[in-house]
């Protein structure tokens, strides 16, 4: 398993439990790469008419499945507000009565309450334990350099530290496994698509749900951190960073009711992998055998479904009929 960031902590949890011997390989620790600067929010799509919509209607159903199985798995189960555009959803007029810190709350937003958030790297860490405590083996600090292939087979990665053989080889390594597939002729369409996670320290309880407005994302934490996503706008250094958390924190103090004296606390660039066409990358790409490639936007909401499914087509050779629609041979 090439990746540790949540879709590749969760495959590790779900081959393992399954009593197959699994190696998770990350050139850092686990959940430090997009994982870490993600948003974390988990939502049903706003369309059935994705081609992942199968996957993508799973999603809230299996973390509330992971729940079960790891009494330590913390989701916050708050619920969404979206307001501006033409999500479709439940609409309610009472946008006050949710968020009672609102500023000029509008007359009716999409309420969604089942949507919920998690901490990723915390989850990551847990399923990575829950993985190593099923016999899992974690190697950090490792750089996968390239897939080790006798003609069409893949049977092993290199690595700094030698040569690690596999029978399978799984990629959730985002945008590096562009490169990985690209070393043995597979063209893997994958962009990198940059986004700025804010985080700011703010009086606890001054938003209660997950709020998505024209002009601001947000959710906060128990102890008061307030996480905002944002626009990339080309930053390149903690200068650029650092005014971009102004903007967001200005922004955010405006929005709510108790907001003047929020802080920042940091702002960082997530290099999320995107497909060319929006969709997950889920399979065994065509002509190469031992090679499972599992790249995706919106991993966090996808990475409990998407490991179960993925461990059970890898150990069973059975094809999951809810990833149908996430194969990697549509590029052809």
Known sequence: MVGAGIVGASLAYHLAGRGRPVTLIDAGLPGSGATRASFAWIGLPFTG?????????????????????????SIRWSGSIISGDETPGPRTDDVRALEPHLLDPPAAAVHRPEDAALDPVATTDLLVAAARDRGARLLTGVSVTSLVRQGNAVNGVQTTAGVVSAETVILAAGTGTVALCSGIGVDMPVESSPAVLVRLRATPGLVRTIVATPSLEVRQLTDGTVLSPTEYRGETDQAALLETARRVRDRFAASFSGADGTEIVSAEIGWRPMPADGEPIIGRPAGTRGLYVTVMHSAITLAAAAGRLAAEEILTGLTAPELAGCRPDRFR
Do not use: M, V, W
């Open 49 to 73: 008419g994705l081609p992942s919509a199968p996957l993508r209607c799973l999603a809230l159903d299996e973390y509330r499945r992971l729940e079960a199985e790891l009494p330590e798995l």
